[in-house]
């Protein structure tokens, strides 16, 4: 870093830190999944129920194995960060050039697709005004992100609130209004223990996990966080298990409400839910509540995403210009726009689908590797300030990694080619590396010092 380059200013409280892991990871997940997990569990809500509580504690794991290290390098960049100090600027390079090409970028694209999908069940959409919509969307964060940290959090804050409002209350409505755990059809733990249906629970974990995907994006703003050895473990810690609390609520919910058949028969259980207890009319509310949930995951992802950007700027190694802060909003502008600027260029073409199919595995990768750092790090600086230790050390973050790699290793398995393509979009990133770190060099030889 430059000698007088500005620095993020430290505004996010605990609330804040709370709501960004919730509202990040909420998008249209819980909205959707709990009917193909149900599936995938052979209709028996007592193995679904279980898939459900496997995957809340992964996140819980995961979340307390990152709560130290955050504690620990309260910095701007979250795993970026990790993985640089405790395995060097390559593999942490390689983090963040995935998650900018696809992964966090993917998301955002995605999540401005289904924007579009669900605006146009309220108002028709031309193709045309497909793409504007969702560009539209992306333009908002955007505006809103620039402009200051303390907006960005007001935003998340209120969005995030409305739709755990909504979930909470439709699942109230499902347990007084619903029949559903009373029903003949309904099943738990009838389905025998075989090698099939340990298979099948497995596939199931992958719609859970994919649910909670998100969580851990609160790191890349701990460079923001107001006392970060206080706040950053708590926040992430009850962030996580805010969301445990909120999909296994809305779970009970959806087949109180419909049963269990009901749920299984539907990718949209949301919606058959308000329809089936307050009929056809109101299930137009759920679309309001899921446009303003991907629009609080969206924002959730432009707090985060592009603070890590902005810490590979200051390590030299990615466009200097995203490690400038903006000098009257003291945001990382640029890095904020130049995320957003390929997001929205990726929804319009649609090539985030092969782009984000190909590498979603990868975001697990790089997990585990962030995880492992907490090992890496107490034995290579055991006398740091660790404000926060994992409990269980080291079985919950080794626990974590398992289960990481364990999701790696079946990707690889079972879509080898899809697998391999992945692994060749990540190290496009060892030429890239080596082009921004010759011209850091470069540059660090010829600058005074001062």
């Known amino acids: 870093m430059s000698a007088g380059a500005r620095d993020l200013a430290r505004v996010l409280t605990l609330r804040d830190l709370v709501l960004i892991v919730v509202g990040t990871t909420i998008g249209s997940g819980i909205f959707t999944v709990p009917g193909s997990v149900l599936r995938q569990s052979g209709g028996d809500l007592g193995v679904a129920l279980v898939v459900w509580v496997v995957g809340s504690v992964l996140a819980l794991l995961g979340a307390l194995t990152f709560g ?27 983090l963040g050039w995935t998650l900018f090409l696809a992964i966090n970028t993917g998301s955002t ?9 669900y605006l146009g069940e309220l108002v028709p959409l031309t193709p045309l005004a497909h793409n504007i919509a969702g560009v539209a969307m992306i333009a908002a964060v955007t505006a809103v992100n620039i402009r200051g940290v303390r907006h960005a959090a007001t935003v998340q804050n209120w969005s995030t609130a409305l739709k755990v409002g909504a979930i909470v209350a439709l699942a109230l409505a499902g347990f007084a209004l619903g029949d559903g755990f009373h029903r003949r059809d309904m099943r738990m733990f009838t389905t025998p223990p075989s090698l099939a249906s340990f298979s099948a629970a497995g596939v199931a974990l992958l719609g859970v996990l994919w649910a909670y995907e998100g969580w851990q994006n609160v790191t890349n703003s701990a460079g923001e966080a107001a006392d970060p050895q206080r706040t950053f473990a708590r926040g992430i810690g009850l962030g996580t298990a805010a969301l445990v609390a909120i999909y296994l609520t809305a779970n009970a919910g959806y087949v109180a409400a419909v049963g269990a058949s009901g749920v299984a028969a539907t990718d949209r259980i949301a919606a058959d839910v308000v329809h089936a207890l307050f009929g056809p009319a109101a299930a137009k509310l759920v679309t309001l ?40 909003f003291g945001t990382p502008a640029l890095a904020v726009a130049v995320s957003a600027g390929w997001a929205a260029l990726l929804a319009i073409s649609g090539t985030f689908e092969q782009l984000f199919t190909y590498v979603v595995f990868a975001s697990w990768m790089f997990a585990a590797l962030a995880a492992a750092s907490v090992f890496v790090l107490r034995r290579r600086r055991p006398d740091a300030p660790r404000p926060f230790r994992v409990p269980g050390y080291p079985v919950t973050p080794a626990l974590f990694i398992a289960a ?3 999701i790696v290793g079946n ?19 060892v030429p890239a590396y080596w082009v921004w770190r010759r011209g850091g060099s470069a540059r660090a030889s010829v600058t005074p010092s001062r």
């Open 289 to 328: 509540v899921i446009l303003v949930s991907i629009f609080s995951a969206a924002n959730g992802l432009a707090l985060t995403g592009p603070r890590m950007y902005f810490a590979m700027a200051r390590d030299r190694l990615f466009f200097r210009a995203l490690g400038e802060v903006h000098p009257r």
């Open 404 to 406: 990481a790699a364990a």
């Open 109 to 117: 694209a995605t999540l401005a697709v289904a924007f579009a999908n």
């Open 68 to 94: 130290e290290l955050g504690a620990m390098l309260p910095d701007a960049g979250g795993s970026y960060v990790y993985v640089r100090e405790a395995f060097g600027p390559l593999p942490a390079f390689l």
């Open 411 to 429: 990707t690889i398995v079972a879509r080898p080619m899809q697998a391999l393509v992945g692994l060749g979009i990540v190290a496009t990133g």
